[in-house]
């Protein structure tokens, strides 16, 4: 009904309009793919008709005489469904390339070797001579790849001067396979126009890919891209180190066009990224790490069937431990979260992506007996990962009641209830700020590492403690307040300009953790090897350029000074701690401290007294009773109060 409506002529509507509607009309009946098969039929007819005609060496006239019609049809019928059968539609002609021809060769040589059998079986090959067989599959391969090859050099060559202005320049910073795929793949998405490729191999130098040159070295990109006027650059150096990816990114901001990268190997292999996905550098490319070799048959060995909870599963370490377990194939993961809509996005995103878990998702607080009772009864868990705790360090300064109560006297209450319920692993969650702690928050993670290495001593749950420091993009971490800073147009604030964090990223903090669960035998403290110390000021600079800003032009950094608490550097061991190498090189194994476990006990009895009387000067002298660190702090604390209140 459509089709006919389109062909019926209209008022007032000339002769030629109406003819060329009514030939669009027609062609839409066509299916796109039969053109294609009565071009190919054509060509099959005469593939047929030449080879005959060579090998007979007769006059055109007398060829066509010697094709009879039932070898004709028994020919093009017989081609025609091995091509078919081939899968030779299915493919096109805008993007013929090397599978296409095989496709060609070996439809053509299955379809003389079917023909030769009909024929046998139809007159015993009376009027077809063997070398005709010999001859037909080689004609019939020129002549259907010669005009797919043909089309596809006319398409990609078809572009006026107004398709190529539109195209954005780009320049190929890598020429090996990443970049030989992204060409191939912007050729044909056809937004870009690859004009050049840059790689320091040698070898490279003058070569062509995808008939684009090697232009040169890298470090020439600025003069480069200038003479071929290029609009942006397309980092393909997937398996650059940091360092590298560092210098190749200074590059490009020296350069002053904008750049784009490919993901990294590791986000590919994980699934995180596509292969080919353009995205903006983003300051994990830049403050990264070697991607960390793993034992992966002891882990999943020390997972795979167990039964794991996770204590807050819904923060940035907690989910992404709940994500691994997952993926490591656990029989069941139960996660214990405060936060009820960060437990409803991990329970959601765990349910999409493992159907089959057995997942239990409760809302809950660790410093509440009743609860993790309730919990480890439920989920009957083997191992638990404790990474609930309060974090952040100036608020905690000022809320040292919550950061004890949560920290520690919540770390001590689970440490109860598991060995209570038989758990085979607890792993504390830790940082570096438990050593030489300068605040509140790294005293309370001290004294729960301490209560958990003594109270392994006494218990058949392995306790270990695994410390590290700063994760890039963590919630409440500097790096999403810098890009807050940024987005408002800054300033971007930092405290001091020589201090200095490690940084490491969530992924392979969490990865590092599973590790270290295989390695202990309870109470050790295992320390993750944090790489160089990053300063804040370089953080602060590289995220603003990847912005696309000038720092101190576009965007300022305005020192702050430091805060109460905040060291200019962190360490991962105290001086007295003495730590020798495991077997994974990133893992290392501090010796700890024996203390008097009834005495913290008793301690920690009466910080609980002190927490139901909110009495936070008794907090703070508990605190530094067991971490002398900080007990030199609480008095020039006290010394502060005390001028204030005078």
């Not at 007979?56 to 020919?75: D, K, N």
């Not at 063997?130 to 050099?153: D, F």
Request: proline residues 4%.
């Amino acid at each position: 009904m459509v089709l006919a409506e389109r062909a019926r002529p209209r008022a007032g509507e000339c002769q030629g309009a109406r003819v060329k509607r009514a030939l669009r009309a027609f062609v839409a009946l066509i299916h796109p793919r039969t053109a294609v098969v009565l071009h190919d039929l054509a060509m099959v007819f005469l593939a047929w008709y030449l080879a005959k005609s060579i090998r007979l060496s007769v006059e055109p006239e007398t060829a066509i005489r010697v094709l009879a019609l039932p070898e004709v049809a028994m020919v093009l019928a017989i081609q025609g469904t091995i091509f078919w059968w081939t899968g030779l539609y299915k493919g096109l002609w805008r993007f013929a390339s090397l599978p296409d021809l095989w496709n060609l060769v070996r439809g053509s040589v299955l379809g003389a070797l079917s023909i030769a059998l009909a024929l046998f079986l139809y007159d015993r090959l009376a009027n077809v001579p063997r070398s005709v067989l010999v001859l037909y599959p080689i004609l019939m391969t020129v002549l259907l790849g010669l005009p797919r090859l043909a089309y596809r050099y006319w398409k990609d060559s078809r572009l006026d001067f107004y398709e190529r202005s539109s195209r954005r320049r780009v320049l190929v910073l890598g020429a090996e396979r990443a970049g030989e795929m992204l060409v191939r793949d912007l050729r044909a998405e056809g937004h870009y126009l690859p004009v050049g490729f840059l790689d320091d191999n040698r070898l490279l130098r003058g070569a062509r890919v995808h008939g684009i040159p090697v232009l040169g070295r890298i470090e020439e990109v600025r003069e480069l891209a200038r003479e071929v006027a290029a609009d942006m650059l397309l980092i393909a150096m997937p398996n650059a180190s940091t360092a590298e990816m560092r210098r190749v990114v200074e590059l490009c901001e020296e350069a002053g066009l904008p750049f784009r990268t490919v993901p990294r190997l590791q986000d590919v292999v994980a699934g995180r990224s596509a292969f080919n996905e353009l995205k903006e550098v983003a300051i994990e490319d830049l403050l990264g790490r070697e991607p960390v070799q793993l034992d992966w048959t002891a882990i999943r060995q020390a997972l795979s069937g167990k039964r794991v909870l996770v204590t807050g599963g819904g923060g940035s370490i907690g989910a992404e431990l709940s994500r691994q377990v997952a993926r490591l194939g656990a029989s069941a993961l139960g996660i214990l979260e405060i936060s009820e809509y960060n437990l409803y996005q991990i329970e959601r995103q765990l349910k999409r992506e493992y159907p089959d878990l057995e997942l239990y998702a409760a809302l809950g607080d660790v410093c509440d007996p009743a609860t993790c009772r309730h919990v480890l009864e439920t989920v009957k868990p083997q191992v638990i990962f404790h990474a609930a705790a309060y974090k952040h360090v100036p608020l905690l300064q000022q809320q040292v009641r919550e950061g004890f109560r949560n920290n520690v006297l919540g770390t001590r209450t689970l440490a109860l209830a598991a060995d209570e319920a038989g758990v085979e692993t607890f792993v504390l969650i830790s940082s570096d700020k438990a050593v030489n702690p300068a605040n509140v928050m790294g005293a309370t993670k001290r004294v729960a590492e301490i209560f958990c290495q003594n109270f392994a001593q006494r218990s058949r749950t392995c306790f270990l403690t695994v410390r590290f420091g700063n994760v890039l993009d963590s919630a409440g971490s500097v790096v999403p307040l810098f890009r807050e800073q940024i987005r408002q147009g800054g300033p971007v604030t930092v405290t001091h300009p020589e201090i200095s964090r490690y940084f490491m990223t969530i992924p392979e903090a969490c990865q590092l953790i599973l590790q270290a669960a295989t390695l202990g035998q309870g109470g050790e403290i295992f320390a993750l090897d944090m790489g160089e110390p990053i300063q804040i000021r370089y953080l602060a600079e590289q995220m603003i350029r990847l912005a696309g800003k000038t720092p101190g032009q576009d965007i300022q950094i305005v020192y702050t000074g430091l805060r109460e608490g905040e060291k200019l550097f962190e360490e991962l061991f105290h001086e007295h701690e003495s730590y020798q190498q495991t077997r994974h090189q990133k893992i290392f194994l501090a010796q700890h401290r024996m203390v008097n476990l009834d005495e913290l006990n008793q301690a920690l009895l009466q910080g609980e007294a002190a927490v139901r009387r909110y009495d936070e000067s008794e907090l703070r002298e508990i605190l530094a009773r067991f971490v002398p660190e900080f007990s030199g702090r609480v008095a020039e604390d006290d010394k502060v109060v005390a001028l204030k209140r005078a």
